[in-house]
């Protein structure tokens, strides 16, 4: 794993559709927007957030862990959509050792069945792997996330089993979670 090319400057991605990048206070209200909205966390270890201030100190939160080389959140810019934050897609739990890291995800509930979350997805799964030179990507999935597991299959990802009562997750209990796994050597194929 080259941490250096995801932690030394802000790794901006681009596809047709969509841009990656750092997410700033100036898109406080598209944050908000999606933090607000018990819909979007149905199926996440995240508790929404009533609070725009806490919301803007969140986004304070997601530079001080990049600095620390903890977790990465991206906003994913719509193009298609003015160039509009309408999602996040994170990496995080960077095990060198293994050479794996997890992924998780999550879009504005207007912008829901567009292809948005799976080209985010195939953009970020691409940089770890040609860029980062990473071997494994992960992600949790909570069995009843259908539009979750649909976006991972199509991206490449393959269920390799169910965790039970395996995880306490934010406002959730002990959940049931699917790992979902990508190797660099299927990407490659």
Not at 41 to 48: A, L, Q, S, T, V
Not at 122 to 150: C, D, G, W, Y
Request: contains cysteine; glycine residues 6%.
């Amino acid at each position: 794993m080259n941490i250096e090319m995801i932690f030394g400057d802000f790794p901006v991605l681009e596809s047709v559709n969509i841009i990656l990048k750092r997410i700033e206070e100036t898109d406080i209200n598209e944050v908000f927007e999606i933090y607000n909205n018990e819909k979007v966390f149905e199926f996440c270890g995240i508790i929404p957030k009533n609070n725009i201030d806490t919301v803007r100190n969140m986004i304070g939160h997601f530079e001080r862990d990049y600095k620390k080389k903890s977790r990465v959140k991206w906003g994913i810019f719509s193009k298609n959509h003015e160039n509009k934050l309408v999602g996040i897609i994170e990496a995080m739990d960077f095990n060198q050792k293994v050479n794996m890291v997890t992924i998780g995800y999550f879009l504005a509930e207007r912008y829901w069945g567009n292809g948005i979350a799976s080209e985010a997805t195939s953009l970020l799964s691409k940089f770890l792997f040609e860029t980062a030179n990473v071997n494994r990507i992960q992600a949790e999935v909570m069995p009843k996330n259908i539009a979750s597991k649909h976006v991972l299959i199509k991206n490449g990802f393959m269920k390799e089993g169910l965790l039970r009562q395996a995880s306490l997750w934010s406002g959730k209990g002990v959940v049931d979670l699917e790992i979902y796994g990508y190797l660099k050597e299927d990407y490659d194929r």
